[in-house]
């Protein structure tokens, strides 16, 4: 599991908070938001919104899609996609290009054809989190 370090949208302050209360990973941020009430409990004992909560869990779900790391991070940034709910906005030949068009930006290979449609498919399994 991916440290909640690696999430772009968690401001400076309740990162520190979360790392007090022992939520170290996106795993453990999973875990402690996986329903309405849970969502709402961390909020109040971070100082968030249940919003921020779940813009935190939405990119935490992408980031544990398999396969993914750094690299696949920052290209899925630059292809504007920064959550889950972005993935699943998009259908598969659309998402293909957004990620072709980020690799070419960023000057790297694109990832190829299974790896992009098994994250599809995940994101499509992950839907109702």
Do not use: K
């Not at 402690?32 to 969502?39: E, H, K, L």
């Not at 899925?76 to 993935?87: H, S, W």
């Amino acid at each position: 599991m991916p440290p909640i370090t690696e999430l772009t949208r968690i401001e400076p302050v309740h990162l520190g908070t979360l790392e007090r209360q022992g939520i170290f990973t996106t795993g453990l941020l999973l875990e402690v938001s996986d329903t309405p009430t849970r969502r709402q409990y961390l909020a109040d004992h971070v100082g968030a919104t249940t919003n921020d909560v779940a813009t935190w869990r939405d990119e935490a779900l992408m980031l544990n899609l398999a396969g993914f790391g750094g690299d696949e991070h920052q290209l899925f940034i630059q292809a504007g996609i920064e959550g889950l709910r972005d993935v699943l906005a998009l259908d598969l030949p659309t998402f293909r290009e957004r990620l072709a068009h980020g690799a070419r930006e960023l000057g790297v290979g694109p990832p190829d054809a299974l790896t992009v449609d098994g994250w599809w498919d995940q994101a499509r399994t992950l839907e109702d989190e």
